[in-house]
């Protein structure tokens, strides 16, 4: 079966730094673009970011861009959300999700992993 | 940026009736879009991807119709297991915007 496993959620203060990691399993991993999406408490869906099936592009919404980083490592089978200084409103559910293509572009999302939680509060 | 929008942003709906939910982008997404199901405490599941293509395992009483930017969800005969939250999503330029939702409540 297909699984996705996030780890790495925390309570961080304001200003802090997290790493989220996601074992993928089940899957050729390195034949797919992933992603991260968020969920605030009780609030919608937001997409955090994607990177291509090699890791050669890497995309993100403006408010996010230099403060959080996408990686993977095919040999490991695994994603990454590196998170440098944490907001309060960064305190989401965060959720590593497959693509069904390469590139992530004209494509959707097929799986979600269960998500981490993390909570920014000093 | 590409904006969503969804309309309703909630409903109540009684079992059997047809259901339909608007998604509307800010410029063209082509058929660049998916709609989500999200049930209160878990995993979004996808519905249907590409505007139309319903995904394997939802029932068929789910449709998706729409090209540029206005899309449709329907529903066709509504069943209890189908109260949950539902996003449209764009995948055809970053960042990857998903619609606001709306809330479907089964009576």
């Known amino acids: 079966d297909v699984q996705l496993v996030e780890s790495g959620g925390a309570v961080v203060p304001p200003g802090g730094s997290l790493r989220l990691s996601c074992a993928a399993s089940g899957f050729t991993f390195d034949n797919f673009a992933m992603h991260w999406v968020r969920q605030a408490p009780g609030k919608g869906l937001e997409w955090v970011s994607l990177?291509?099936?090699?890791?050669?592009?890497?995309y993100s919404p403006d408010s996010m861009k230099g403060r959080f980083t996408i990686s993977r490592d095919n040999n490991k089978h695994s994603l990454y959300l590196q998170m440098n200084s944490l907001r309060v409103e960064d305190t989401a559910v965060y959720y590593c999700v497959k693509d069904f293509g390469r590139i992530g572009y004209y494509s959707y999302m097929d799986v979600w992993g269960k998500g981490t939680t993390v909570t920014v509060s000093s | 940026d590409i904006q969503m929008t969804q309309s309703p942003s909630s409903l109540s709906a009684s079992v059997g009736d047809r259901v339909t939910i608007t998604c509307r982008a800010s410029q063209t997404v082509s058929t660049s879009l998916n709609w989500f199901q999200q049930k209160p405490g878990k995993v979004p599941n996808l519905l249907i991807s590409?505007?139309?293509t319903l995904q394997s395992g939802v029932p068929s009483r789910f449709g998706g119709s729409g090209s540029g930017t206005d899309f449709t969800l329907t529903i066709s005969s509504l069943q209890p297991e189908d109260s949950a939250t539902y996003y449209c999503q764009q995948s055809y330029s970053s960042p990857f915007t998903f619609g606001p939702g709306t809330k479907l409540d089964v009576k």
């Open positions: 990177i291509s099936w090699d890791g050669g592009s890497t």
């Open positions: 590409g505007a139309s």
